[in-house]
């Protein structure tokens, strides 16, 4: 079953505006989450996280919100440019079992238009 | 800052070889993980070691597949009698305790 879930494989947007990516969840034990970002050829680098006693995190043009009662997060990058272009994955963890072991979505890739 | 460093970058192979592949985690790091990623999904849990005792595998990890972090430095990862569905990127990734995971470059592995 697919335990973390990004329903948009694609997203377009114009520089300068703002990039939503959105992420569900489905295990309650997941208590810590992660964005990466990845270029072809290369792997995945970590962005930002958030933990489950927050509900939002801050970390320049990026900032993460966290829905728990939805089981729901997002990641923000405003303004938007055209470097951000890449696939972006969405991870969970159960930070007090398995090691912090990562489950990720199926990513969802950003093009940011000049 | 010296990432983690994965080798071989490409490794190609018939079918029914043995395959091993090696990674160097950041040195401060003590807890190193195995993933598999293929075309389209995000990165899968393979396994997972604290310094050199492997604490956790996965239900993907099939009996053809053994990795080891004899000195609780570099970990290897080798496939036995390859298959056409092992053809995957293989990433590796390192922490310490209360840190995020970072990862490698990974090796992508081609079955002819």
């Known amino acids: 079953d697919q335990q973390v879930k990004q329903n948009s494989p694609s997203l377009s947007v114009q520089e300068g505006r703002i990039s939503i990516l959105n992420c569900d969840y489905t295990?309650?034990?997941?208590?810590?989450f992660l964005w990466y970002k990845k270029y072809p050829a290369e792997g995945p680098t970590f962005l930002i996280s958030?933990?489950?006693?927050?509900d939002k995190n801050e970390d320049g043009r990026f900032t993460v919100f966290l829905n728990k009662s939805a089981k729901h997060l997002s990641l923000h990058i405003v303004p938007s440019q055209p470097g951000d272009s890449a696939v972006y994955f969405c991870?969970?963890?159960?930070?007090?079992?398995?090691?912090?072991?990562?489950?990720f979505g199926e990513g969802t890739q950003l093009t940011v238009n000049p | 800052d010296t990432g983690v460093s994965q080798d071989p970058r490409h490794k190609i192979t018939k079918r029914g070889q043995n395959v091993t592949f090696r990674c160097d985690p950041i040195?401060?790091?003590?807890?190193l993980y195995w993933y598999r990623q293929t075309l389209g999904q995000g990165p899968e849990f393979l396994t997972y070691?604290?310094?050199?005792?492997?604490?956790?595998k996965s239900r993907l990890l099939s009996d053809r597949f053994s990795a080891e972090r004899p000195k609780g430095s570099f970990s290897t990862l080798e496939i036995q009698r390859t298959e056409q569905g092992d053809s995957a990127m293989y990433l590796c990734?390192?922490?310490?305790?209360?840190?995020?995971?970072?990862f490698g470059d990974g090796t992508r592995l081609s079955i002819l």
């Open positions: 990734a390192s922490r310490n305790k209360d840190q995020p995971q970072h």
């Open positions: 295990n309650s034990m997941f208590d810590y």
């Open positions: 958030i933990s489950s006693i927050k």
């Open positions: 991870a969970a963890s159960a930070r007090e079992t398995s090691g912090s072991r990562l489950t």
């Open positions: 040195s401060e790091h003590n807890r």
């Open positions: 070691f604290q310094n050199e005792a492997q604490l956790e």
